[in-house]
C-alpha cells in the first residue's frame, strides 16, 4: 500500500500511468465494452479491470495522480449515444464534473460516436474497464505534464 493511492489503483495502473507521456490518451470504459479486444490493439497492450467501481470513482482516483492535458480544448472524450446524438447522458456529466473538480478549472468533453470511438481507444496507452453499468460509459482522457 502506498500513502495517497486509492484502494482500488493497482499495480499495474501505477505502472501504465507512469509509463505515459504526455498527450497519450488512457481509454475507461463500462462493464459492456469490448475491452480485451480493444486493449490488445493499444500501445501496451493492457486491459486493466476495475471490478466494483464506476466511471467517475475510477476517473476520480486516476486524476489524483495524473494531470489531464492543457494543451488541447478538450482533454476529455465520451462516446455518444446512438439514440440521443449530442446530448450529454448522465454517466457523461458525473464524469465531467469529476474532471472539473479534479483540474480546477472547467473541463469540455468531445462527443465520439460510437464506432469512431473504437479506433481511438485502440490507440491508446491502455484500456481501464471499470464495472460502469450505465451505458456508453466509455471515455478516454488525454494526459497532461506533470
Given at each position: ?8 489503483i ?5 505502472w501504465v500511468m507512469?509509463s505515459?507521456?504526455?498527450g497519450?490518451?488512457?481509454a475507461i ?20 479491470i ?8 475510477a ?12 494543451f ?13 446524438p ?9 464524469v ?7 483540474e480546477?478549472?472547467?473541463?469540455a468533453?468531445?462527443?465520439?460516436e ?13 484500456v ?16 497532461g505534464v506533470?
Amino acid at each position: 500500500m502506498l500513502k495517497g493511492v486509492p484502494p482500488f489503483i493497482t499495480a499495474d495502473m501505477l505502472w501504465v500511468m507512469a509509463s505515459m507521456g504526455h498527450g497519450d490518451e488512457l481509454a475507461i470504459v463500462d462493464r459492456n465494452f469490448s475491452g480485451f479486444r480493444v486493449a490488445t490493439q493499444t500501445t501496451s497492450g493492457k486491459l486493466l479491470i476495475l471490478e466494483g467501481v464506476d466511471a467517475p470513482t475510477a476517473v476520480r482516483g486516476i486524476l489524483q495522480m495524473m494531470p489531464l492535458d492543457t494543451f488541447g480544448e478538450t482533454p476529455l472524450m465520451h462516446m455518444e449515444a446512438v439514440d440521443a446524438p449530442g446530448e450529454l447522458l448522465e454517466v457523461h456529466k458525473d464524469v465531467l464534473a469529476v474532471c472539473s473538480e479534479a483540474e480546477g478549472r472547467s473541463i469540455a468533453s468531445q462527443a465520439v460516436e460510437r464506432f469512431a470511438y473504437y479506433p481511438i481507444a485502440m490507440r491508446s496507452f491502455a484500456v481501464i474497464q471499470t464495472a460502469e453499468s450505465r451505458a456508453y460509459g466509455n471515455f478516454i482522457l488525454k494526459k497532461g505534464v506533470v
